[in-house]
Structures are given as C-alpha cells and as structure tokens.
C-alpha cells in the first residue's frame, strides 16, 4: 500500500567528476559574501580548498574552520552565526562532510535569528527564515547534502539534537566522487553503516509496499557491495559514485514515500551514545543495529527479517520464520564487523554506568516508546539493547 504523502526535496544536485565547475554560477544567485566553512583541514590536503578559492576568486569570502565531527553549538555555530551578521554573509558554502554541512545548517538559521540559537535547534521555536546553503559533499554518510536535517551537539547539557526545517535543505549540493577517495577505512566504513542503518529504519516500519521494499533493498545491496569494493581500493570511481549516490537518499523521505514511520529509533539510542561520548554515529549505529533488531523480533515484526533474509540475503525460503530472522541478524553483525567496526560500545569508549542516565535521557528527547511506532521502546527495553552491545 502507498498511503498519503507529501514530498518536496528543493535542493538541486550536481554529480560527477567536476561538477564543481558550476560552483560559482550556482552562489552567485545568491550574493558575493560568502561564508566558507570547513571542518579539521582533510579539504586543504586534497587540493580542494585551493580549487575553490581559485574558482571564487571574485566573490568575497570570508572563513570558519575547525568544525568538529558531532558538531558543537558552542563554539562552532555561535561563531559561524557571528560571522555572518557581521560580514553581512548572503550564502554559505559548506566544504567537508557531514558534521560541517549540519554545523553550517545551524549557523544559516541562528543567523537570521537575534535570540538564543538553542531555542531553534531544540525546536522551542521555529526559524522564519536562513540563509541560503551551498555544499561539496566529501564524505557519504549522512545524507545532509539531500535533506532538511541538522544534528547538532551541546555539550554543556551532554544533549546532540536533530533539528529539521525546510528552511534548511541546501539550495545546491555538489556531489564528486573523487573528492571521496581520501577518506580513510574507518570513515568510509562508519559512512555506510550510518546510511545502511538510514535503509533500515525506514524498512522497519508499516505499512510498507513492494516498491518501497525494492527501493531499500537495492539501495542496502549497492551499499554492502560497494564499501567493500572502496575499502581495498579507496579511488574505485564505480564504487565511490554508487556509495555516494545511494548515501544522499538516505533521510530525505524519497526511500520510504508512502509506507509507514518507524520514529528512527536505532538513531534515538545512537544520538545519546555520541552526545555523552562523542563516538563516531556510524560505529554507534553498526553495533546497536543487530542488539536492536534481537530486541523487536516478534511475530508481529518477523515478516520484515523474512523479507531481508530472502530477497537481501538469498536465504533458503523454506527456512522457518524465526530461524531466518536470527540468521539476518547475525548476517548484519558479521558483514559490520567486516568492513572493520569493533562490535562492542566498550572499545569505543562507552561506560557501562552511564547506561541508565542515557536510557532516561532517550526517553526524554526522542520519546522511542509511543504506542504508534513500529516497535516502541520502554526503559527496560533500552536497557537490555545498551547492556547487549556493551
Ligand atoms: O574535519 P575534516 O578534516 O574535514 O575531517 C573529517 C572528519 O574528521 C573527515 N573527512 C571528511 N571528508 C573527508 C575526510 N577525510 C578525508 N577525506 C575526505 N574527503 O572525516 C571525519 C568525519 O567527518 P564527519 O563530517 O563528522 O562525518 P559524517 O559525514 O559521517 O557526519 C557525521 C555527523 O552527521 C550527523 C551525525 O550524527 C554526525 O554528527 N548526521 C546527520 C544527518 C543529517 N543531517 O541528515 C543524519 C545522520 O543520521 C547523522 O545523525
Ligand atoms: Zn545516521
């Protein structure tokens, strides 16, 4: 069944080798002072920082650097949002990944606002408006070039929030595959894991329909096969362009127009975990998934293993219901610890102790257990999934 929807992605892409040619035809719709954001300086060492400023050479630009992955509201989006009321910034563009497109996200809407920016990202009040956004994407992960969403954290409160408008999807994303071939093993890994784990949050959900299903497992099928591909050999074009493809789709709705809302719960769990021990959010993701897929695996729920188990993994169809389940779950856990993720939140740095102030921390911000989810999560059951990927 396709059930009623609205769908409206504004931003315009632009994918392939060199696409960035079009850069300055594209921020000059906006104005000529531009803010350059970027992150720990991984654009310096591939050149691109030099390509840009070359190609921007009659625009005024203006720079904040040092973006951190997680990104903070303090320092990074004050800042930003400093700069742009002072230089009277007309559009910013975003050169990195993830972490500095959502920081860049936060910065255009606390830009146009004179109160406390929190007040907009923890969703007391809503933006009337942000500055326009351009981006080059380096890294696939998260989909922010392609959608609506910012996650930023404050670390004063240990709280990472999800913060969605339309105000903030970017006017224009740059998609380069080879801008991706410099990231290392273990962010190309935790990328994929982060944009697998996107796929299922939106195949655990119902109602949900043949097409969709189609969608999402073509799109977890490209992204298995090809990060294996990336990871023996980092500058694979076919590979980086199907990764980096398929990553983009993964929050703007387009996977799941149609079919049912989940509520995202595994990202729920992940967002605690990072805000209060700053882990990378693929890794997070990777480890809970096969805790929390053991967790809803129910008669009500088992229809959904069985569909992966047989049209994703070529399991036998005459294997019984939960024994396929089991076998998808334990096929999840291994293809992650595959391509490199330690599978315990201990070796990322996570305590055991902190595990019931997060479960009440997760109950309070992201409510995982309202009765129309796919699967709801009480604290116990938080709990049993923290203590299992422990
Ligand atoms: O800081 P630099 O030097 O640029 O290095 C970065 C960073 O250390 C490096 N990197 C990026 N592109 C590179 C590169 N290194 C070499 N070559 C390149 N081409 O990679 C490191 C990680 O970067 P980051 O931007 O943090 O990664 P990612 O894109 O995975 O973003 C993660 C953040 O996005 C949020 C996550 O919670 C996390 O904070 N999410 C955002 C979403 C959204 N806006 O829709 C949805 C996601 O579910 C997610 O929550
Ligand atoms: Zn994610």
Known sequence: MICNFTYNTPTKLYFGKDCIKDLPAELGKHGKNVLLTYGGGSIKKMGLYDKVKALLKDFCLF??????????????????????KEHRIDVILSVGGGSVLDCSKAIAACACYDGEGWDLISGKVKAKAALPIVDIITLAATGS???????????????????????LYPAASFLDPEYTYSVNKWQTACGTADAINHVLEQFFAKPHSLFNDGIMISALRSLMTNVKIALEKPDDYAARSELM???????????????GYSGWPMHSIEHALSAYFDITHGAGLAIITPRWMKEILSEKTVERFVTLGT??????????????????IQAFYEFFASIGIPMQLGELGVKAETIDEMADHILEYDSTNEPWMFAPLDKAALIRILEASM
Do not use: H
Request: one cysteine or more; proline letters at 6%.
């Open 145 to 167: 070039e392609y959608d609506m969403g910012c996650v930023i954290s404050n670390t004063a409160i240990n709280d990472k929030r999800g913060y969605l408008d339309e105000l």
């Open 245 to 259: 493809y398929v990553c983009a789709w993964g929050c703007n709705g387009i996977l799941s127009n149609g079919a």
């Open 311 to 328: 049209e994703l993994f070529g399991f036998d169809k005459d294997l019984p219901d939960p024994e396929m389940a089991e076998q998808v």
């Open 63 to 84: 720079e904040l650097s040092g973006i951190e992955p997680n990104p903070k509201y303090d320092p990074s989006v004050l800042d930003g949002a400093r700069l742009c």
